[in-house]
C-alpha cells in the first residue's frame, strides 16, 4: 500500500459537505466543486476549503502571485527574482522551473501570459514542497492540458496535490491513471 501523505475526515462547511480525502504519495485528488448561489450558501465555496487546508493542516497553495504595483514600478519582477527571491528556490530548481515552463530568467513576471504563469506558479510549488493544493480555475482547455503535463510529471517522481476545479467543466475521464476524482454536492 501507498504511504499516505495527507488525510482529511469529512467535513462540512456552511451546510456543505466535503468528502473524506486520502491522499497516498504520487497521486493527486482532484476535487471538484460545484458553484453554488442561494442566498445562504457561498458563491466561492473553493476558497472556504482552501482556507481549510491551509489553516488546519498547513498545506501550501499555489494561488495567483501579485506583486506590489509600487515596487514593481522601480524594480520590474522578472522570473528570476520571482524564482530566486519570493519562491527561495536555489539556482538548480529556479533553472528547472524555466525549462519545463519553457521560460528566461529575465523575462518580466507580470507580462507571462496567464497559462505561463500559473505553471510556473505551480511548478516552483512543487519544486519547494512535497504536497501543495492548487486550482484549475480560469485557465481554460488548453492551460489544462499544460498544468496537467506539468502535475503528472511531479506526480510520477512521488509528489502530491490535492487540486480543485469547477463542476460544470468536469471531464468524461481523467487524463492520467493516478489522478482519484472526488466531487462536492
Do not use: C
Not at 8 to 36: A, D
Not at 84 to 96: E, G, P
Amino acid at each position: 500500500m501507498s504511504e499516505i501523505t495527507f488525510y482529511s475526515k469529512p467535513f462540512k462547511i456552511e451546510g456543505i459537505q466535503i468528502p473524506e480525502i486520502v491522499l497516498t504519495k504520487g497521486k493527486l485528488v482532484r476535487l471538484y466543486v460545484p458553484n453554488l448561489i442561494k442566498k445562504d450558501v457561498p458563491i466561492d465555496l473553493k476558497l472556504k476549503i482552501i482556507n481549510h487546508f491551509q489553516n488546519k493542516d498547513h498545506l501550501p497553495w499555489a494561488k495567483n502571485f501579485s506583486p506590489d504595483s509600487f515596487i514593481e514600478k522601480f524594480y520590474p519582477l522578472t522570473v528570476e527574482r520571482y524564482l530566486l527571491k519570493v519562491m527561495k528556490l536555489n539556482k538548480y530548481k529556479a533553472i528547472q522551473a524555466i525549462e519545463e515552463i519553457e521560460v528566461n530568467f529575465e523575462d518580466r513576471f507580470n507580462y507571462l501570459d496567464h497559462i505561463k504563469k500559473r505553471a510556473l506558479i505551480i511548478k516552483a510549488n512543487f519544486l519547494k514542497h512535497d504536497v501543495i493544493l492548487f486550482d484549475y480555475y480560469a485557465i481554460g482547455l488548453l492551460g489544462a492540458k499544460l498544468i496537467e503535463n506539468i502535475v503528472n510529471t511531479e506526480i510520477e517522481k512521488g509528489k502530491s496535490a490535492i487540486a480543485f476545479d469547477s463542476l460544470e467543466y468536469m471531464e468524461a475521464y481523467e487524463p492520467f491513471a493516478n489522478i482519484q476524482r472526488l466531487i462536492v454536492d
